[in-house]
């Protein structure tokens, strides 16, 4: 069955894009529907006001990164630490992937299909 449901990872949700101007409670509010997991967007240490959009929350970290740059492409065979990375080198921020409830981090070597079925 792993076979098969990687196979599937490849296939599902290659369109969940985020995009700069999106604000951070939307980009999280899809990607749970889509990954059936909580993304959340931290500045430094504490978890970043929702109502900001990644291009804002960008403006407030020190990293200088381009928040002009198009839509982030995310998919169920990416491995969740590869996800995260992409978030802080295309937008500068720091995200954490979780369990749905948002209680549990989800490991960094497995990927997001394989957290959104609950194998960790």
Same mark, same amino acid.
């Given at each position: 069955?792993?076979? *098969?449901?990687?196979? +599937?990872?490849? @296939?599902?949700?290659?369109?969940?894009?985020?995009?700069? !101007?999106?604000? *951070?409670?939307?980009?999280?509010?899809?990607?749970?529907?889509? @990954?059936?997991?909580? =993304?959340?967007? #931290?500045? %430094?240490?504490?978890?970043?006001?929702?109502?900001?959009?990644?291009?804002?929350?960008?403006?407030?970290?020190?990293? $200088?990164?381009?928040?002009?740059?198009?839509?982030?492409?995310?998919?169920?065979?990416?491995?969740?630490?590869?996800? $995260? +990375? =992409?978030?802080?080198?295309?937008? %500068?921020?720091?995200? !954490?992937? +979780?369990?749905?409830?948002?209680?549990? =981090?989800?490991?960094? $070597?497995?990927?997001?299909? !394989?957290?959104?079925?609950? $194998? #960790?």
């Amino acid at each position: 069955m792993g076979l *098969l449901n990687n196979i +599937k990872d490849k @296939f599902k949700n290659a369109e969940f894009t985020v995009a700069p !101007q999106k604000k *951070l409670k939307t980009i999280s509010a899809d990607f749970l529907k889509a @990954f059936d997991l909580s =993304l959340v967007f #931290y500045k %430094g240490v504490t978890i970043a006001d929702a109502e900001l959009t990644l291009a804002a929350l960008n403006k407030k970290t020190t990293k $200088e990164v381009k928040s002009t740059a198009g839509g982030l492409k995310i998919k169920a065979s990416m491995k969740v630490g590869d996800v $995260e +990375k =992409l978030f802080d080198s295309n937008f %500068g921020v720091t995200v !954490q992937i +979780k369990d749905k409830a948002g209680k549990k =981090l989800v490991p960094n $070597e497995i990927t997001i299909g !394989q957290a959104a079925r609950g $194998e #960790y």
